[in-house]
Structure formats: C-alpha cells, structure tokens
C-alpha cells in the first residue's frame, strides 16, 4: 500500500497540472522550460538525500518530494514532445520517440489543446485506447515487487528489475535504429496486444525464469508501443500547438493512473490474496493451474490485467476511426520524400 501510495503521489500532479505545462510551454523557449524541469526535478532529489541524512524521511516527506518531482517533470514532457517536432525530420519522428507562442489567455490556450482532439474522432478514440492500456497496465506497476518479494529475496527482486530495464533499453535500441512499421497504428495495437499477453505469462507459475522472461518481453516491447502513438500525434497536429494537445492528451491519458495505484493494493491484499491461500475459495480449482500460496492471488490478478490488456488492444483494431487514423487525418507538418513513403 505505501508503494502504490507513493507511485499516486507521482501520478497525480501530472493528471493536475499537465494542461497548464502545456500552454506555458507554447509561451515559453522550450529549452528554458526543459532546463527549468531537470534543475527543479534535481533539487527535489537533493531534498530527499537532506532528509535521509538528517534523520527525517518519513513516508510523509517522501510523498510530498515525490509530488514535487512530478510536477517539474510535467512540464518537461510537452516541452521536449514540441522541440522533437520541430527539430527531427518527419520521416525520422519514430527513431526519434524511441531515443529519447503567444495566444489570448492561458485558459483559452488550454481548452484550445482538448478542442483540437475532440473534433478529431480517431485522435479522441486513440486517446481513449491509452487511457484504458495505462489503466490496466498502472495496475500491475505495484504488483510485481510484493509479488515476487512473497517468495524470494529482495537480491532476486533486484535482479528480475534489471531484466525489465534491459528489456527496455534492447527496445529502445530497436525502435531508434527501426524506426517503427511502416502503419503505426498496427505496429501500436499489435504491441499492446503481445505486451498483454507477456503481462498474463508472468503471473502464470512461481518461476523467476518465467516472470523474468515475461518482463523482459513486456519491456521490450512498450518503446514500440510508446515511439508509435509519439510519431503519429507529432505528424498530426501543428508544431504550434503541440505544446496545448500534448499536455491534454497526457492529462487524459494517464488521468486513470491515480485511480489504478490506490485501487491495485486492496484488490490485491483482500480480494486476490484470498483466493489462493491453502483452503481459499480458488484453491482447488484455479490452483491447481496457477498453484497455492504466497504470490499466487496476485499472479491471478497480474493474469486478468494482462488479458484485459490484450483484449483492449485487439477490440481497437475493430475501431474503424482508430485503425485508420493515420489515412484518413492529414498530416499537419510538411513531408520529407522518406517520411512520404513510411506514413
């Protein structure tokens, strides 16, 4: 519970505050708000070392840091989002996701960011589809560590993570020197799929060698995921406005995240948890697939999550305005003669 209290205490401020960072951004030099992000971002990380050396981290200050950092971080992202656009070639937007303006009142500029999408009914649909797939996936970020903390040692804990960053650092490398498929929007919904099903895989059995192969596939993928919806979003709305919608297509995007982590820990603590205990109500039945005992009931809840997560992604592919965004709105930044013959 105070991991996913904590992981609320990040998600928050972005859901909160993303609209204002995106308008502020399109008025500011980006590269100011980006420097701006990191200094704030380093101070906060300084105050939590203050606080351990003198004595006083506590959960509460931990929060409160946490709370701050994101707050700088959110206005990092649509200043960077922006600055991409106008700087990489739009035939190279996909290599680039995966490495790395004055108006009339800020208010304005903030609703101008939601009007731009909602008359846009396949850019609203793919929005949508993420606010679901962040959901779902939020669910499992807390679940994993106590998961497999139940039966193994933090030592093992340490290891399995590593596995899941290298995972996502050979995605990363994959998708830079790939650049992505050449219709992102299957290349989107064929990743969200297969990253689900790898999600229900770790939750299947109590082998470190299963989950760790099922995270490493899972991490491996989401850069592809992540580098598709970034070029597509960045190919279709004006460089001038990027600034409001990027930060609107966040704060829509990941409001379901706060929700995900206070909802995650007593799902899996009085509901899951039960279910596969020696003598549960799933005990003789589902545990004689997944097994019985600490970790299981969480394995369980790991499993419907991933499911769910590959059925979103699959039910998106029948979304007509969705699967055909990249048709059927026309491009908003001129084409290069190679990003005309990828898009």
Avoid at 43 to 50: E, I
Avoid at 104 to 113: D, V
Wanted: glycine letters at 12%; one cysteine or more; charged letters at 10%.
């Amino acid at each position: 519970m105070l991991l996913a209290l904590n992981m609320f205490a990040y998600a928050l401020p972005q859901v909160l505050l993303s609209p204002v960072a995106g308008a502020l951004v399109d008025r500011w030099d980006r590269r100011v708000a980006m420097i701006v992000s990191d200094a704030g971002a380093s101070l906060t990380a300084l105050a939590v070392t203050l606080l351990y050396f003198t004595g006083r981290l506590a959960p509460g200050n931990v929060y409160l840091c946490t709370a701050v950092m994101s707050g700088f971080v959110t206005l990092q992202w649509p200043a960077w989002s922006a600055a991409t656009t106008l700087l990489v070639p739009k035939g190279h937007l996909g290599r680039a996701s995966g490495m790395v303006q004055a108006s009339s009142s800020l208010w304005s500029e903030m609703r101008m960011g939601w009007s731009f999408i909602a008359v846009r009914p396949g850019l609203l649909g793919l929005l949508l589809f993420f606010t679901v797939d962040n959901f779902l996936s939020t669910m499992v970020t807390p679940l994993l560590q106590p998961m497999i903390l139940d039966g193994w040692s933090p030592e093992v804990f340490g290891i399995v993570s590593s596995i899941m960053g290298l995972g996502m650092l050979v995605g990363t490398l994959v998708m830079s020197v790939w650049g992505g498929p050449r219709r992102r929007m299957y290349g989107l919904l064929g990743t969200g799929a297969r990253g689900g099903l790898a999600l229900a895989v770790a939750g299947l059995r109590p082998s470190i060698g299963l989950i760790s192969s099922a995270v490493f596939a899972y991490s491996f993928l989401m850069p592809t995921m992540a580098g598709c919806s970034q070029a597509i979003w960045q190919v279709k709305v004006p460089p001038d406005l990027q600034g409001r919608v990027f930060s609107v297509r966040r704060m829509i995007a990941w409001s379901a995240t706060p929700v995900a982590f206070v909802v995650a820990g007593p799902l899996a603590d009085r509901v899951f948890k039960p279910l596969l205990v020696e003598g549960g109500p799933l005990a003789s039945s589902v545990g004689r697939v997944l097994g019985v005992g600490p970790g299981r009931g969480i394995g369980l809840q790991i499993i419907m999550l991933g499911i769910l997560t590959a059925v979103a992604s699959v039910l998106a592919l029948f979304v007509r305005r969705i699967r055909r965004v990249e048709l059927d709105l026309p491009d908003a930044i001129p084409g290069t003669e190679e990003g005309q013959q990828r898009s």
